[in-house]
């Protein structure tokens, strides 16, 4: 067992010493020093192996143990491009992750810093501040700021933002408005998760019998579909199933 251990430190060490050299982030440091074992093969399949072999499988590796080791590490980098260009595609990075971190208020910033100039109606930009205002709890300015997106880019065509137009006239009990919506979204939008909530919605409007023809095809077509689709909508299809039981 001594010299297993003597060797265990050698390799903690040049690990290091790889992570100083070669300039990685420093958080690998501790990694590799507090976690023996676990956190030399977490740096050796996150950061030296996608070296080696530059592969698909060893890239996915190396980002899922990356925002392990470094679950900020994505949100500086968008920070960083956006205070590098400043352009649409980064502000967009930087707004999806604060959103996704619940910081609806900097996402909005981010967003709203972009809408100047030829970029006043950017789409997306406009679409991302819907988004926050929505996770605010803001539905009256987060419909407005879609119905202005629609009105300055007739020619965007977004199933995400429709299925938030949709929920916001749902969030603010204007049904008919909802329903309309719903219905004409669910039978194309590329996910379980409109025509659940169409069928949510027509439950809540008392219209049972509809509702679970609406949620029945769902799941049976889900039973038709790959096994990929069923793992990614499972949440939604959860939600159906149980309000089918």
Same mark, same amino acid.
């Given at each position: 067992? !001594?010299?297993?251990?003597?060797?265990?430190?050698?390799? #903690? /060490?040049?690990?290091? $010493?790889?992570?100083?050299?070669? =300039?990685?982030? #420093?958080? +690998?440091? +501790?990694?590799? !020093?507090?976690?023996?074992?676990?956190?030399?093969?977490? &740096?050796? $399949?996150?950061?030296?192996?996608? *070296?080696? !072999?530059?592969?698909?499988?060893?890239?996915?590796?190396?980002?899922?143990?990356?925002?392990?080791?470094?679950?900020?590490?994505?949100?500086?980098?968008?920070?960083? *491009?956006?205070?590098?260009?400043?352009?649409?595609?980064?502000?967009?990075?930087?707004?999806?992750?604060?959103?996704?971190?619940? #910081?609806?208020?900097?996402?909005?910033?981010?967003?709203?810093?972009?809408?100047?100039?030829?970029?006043?109606?950017?789409?997306?930009?406009?679409?991302? $501040?819907?988004?926050?205002?929505?996770? @605010? =709890?803001? &539905?009256?300015?987060?419909?407005?700021?879609?119905?202005?997106?629609?009105?300055?880019?007739?020619?965007?065509?977004?199933?995400?933002?429709?299925?938030? &137009? /949709?929920?916001?006239?749902?969030?603010?009990?204007?049904?008919?408005?909802?329903?309309?919506?719903?219905? /004409?979204?669910?039978?194309?939008?590329?996910?379980?998760?409109?025509?659940?909530?169409?069928?949510?919605?027509? @439950?809540?409007?008392? @219209?049972?019998?509809?509702?679970?023809?609406?949620?029945? *095809?769902?799941?049976?077509?889900?039973?038709? =579909?790959?096994?990929? &689709?069923? @793992?990614?909508?499972? #949440? +939604?299809?959860?939600? /159906?199933?149980?309000?089918?039981?």
């Amino acid at each position: 067992m !001594f010299p297993v251990s003597i060797l265990l430190l050698l390799i #903690q /060490a040049a690990l290091i $010493v790889h992570v100083i050299k070669t =300039g990685r982030n #420093q958080l +690998w440091i +501790w990694a590799v !020093f507090l976690l023996p074992g676990i956190g030399a093969l977490a &740096y050796v $399949v996150a950061e030296i192996l996608p *070296e080696l !072999f530059a592969g698909r499988t060893a890239h996915r590796a190396k980002a899922g143990l990356g925002r392990l080791i470094d679950p900020n590490r994505e949100l500086r980098r968008a920070s960083a *491009e956006v205070e590098i260009s400043g352009n649409v595609d980064a502000r967009r990075r930087l707004g999806e992750e604060l959103y996704e971190r619940n #910081q609806f208020d900097a996402a909005l910033e981010v967003y709203r810093g972009g809408l100047k100039g030829i970029f006043e109606h950017d789409p997306t930009l406009l679409l991302g $501040v819907a988004r926050a205002l929505f996770g @605010k =709890g803001d &539905y009256a300015a987060a419909r407005s700021t879609l119905e202005l997106m629609a009105l300055h880019n007739p020619d965007f065509k977004s199933a995400d933002a429709k299925l938030l &137009y /949709a929920r916001t006239l749902d969030a603010q009990d204007a049904l008919d408005e909802a329903e309309r919506e719903y219905a /004409a979204l669910a039978p194309v939008y590329p996910g379980a998760e409109a025509r659940l909530r169409y069928g949510l919605l027509l @439950k809540r409007r008392g @219209k049972l019998k509809e509702a679970q023809q609406v949620l029945k *095809e769902l799941l049976d077509g889900a039973r038709l =579909g790959p096994a990929h &689709y069923r @793992k990614a909508q499972a #949440q +939604w299809l959860d939600r /159906a199933r149980r309000e089918l039981s």
